[in-house]
């Protein structure tokens, strides 16, 4: 197994190196499960990021990290479903294709918490930001819940994401092509 070794908000983590096709491989950043890494990504992301009334990522990778902001800017959290639960009602839906995802994939909000998004400034925030057709998606959910983008934010900027003037971030992620 290879290993590319990411420093980020003081830390430094080994992330695998794993095949999306036959021409390029990611590096897998995954927060879930590690405290310290989210905590400080959270705290250093902040520093760089606008005032905002409200949080919003998509479901999963995205939710400690989003989780952590919200609790250390004391404002609440969105998470966009990718499917529509029980309880939801009156949900608005866009379609997403990601990177790490083979099929297109479909985003939903329930009503109650796009009320929540209504005339407020919403901060977009990800794990990582690659293709950025998972931002696309999300802007077009708040926009369509009457939400104000205030940012659109992750700890990674992946290859030519990297390169966006419209995307806060902490360090680049390289793309490895075979």
């Known amino acids: 197994m290879e290993y590319y070794t990411l420093e980020v908000a003081g830390l430094k983590r080994d992330l695998k190196i794993c095949p999306v096709n036959e021409k390029l491989d990611i590096a897998a950043f995954i927060m879930f499960s590690d405290v310290e890494l989210t905590v400080k990504c959270a705290e250093e992301l902040i520093k760089k990021c606008p005032e905002c009334d409200v949080i919003i990522t998509a479901e999963s990778k995205g939710i400690p990290l989003a989780y952590e902001m919200a609790r250390q800017l004391n404002v609440p959290y969105v998470v966009a479903r990718k499917s529509v639960k029980l309880y939801m009602s009156d949900t608005v839906c866009v379609e997403v294709k990601s990177i790490t ?48 983008i205030a940012g659109q934010a992750a700890v990674l900027a992946e290859g030519d994401a990297a390169d966006r003037k419209d995307i806060i971030y902490l360090e680049k992620l390289p793309l490895f092509f075979k």
């Open 101 to 148: 995802t083979e099929a297109m994939q479909k985003l939903y909000l329930d009503g109650e918490k796009a009320q929540l998004l209504n005339g407020k400034r919403v901060l977009i925030v990800d794990d990582v930001i690659s293709t950025g057709e998972s931002l696309n998606a999300l802007v077009k959910l708040t926009e369509s819940a009457g939400g104000i």
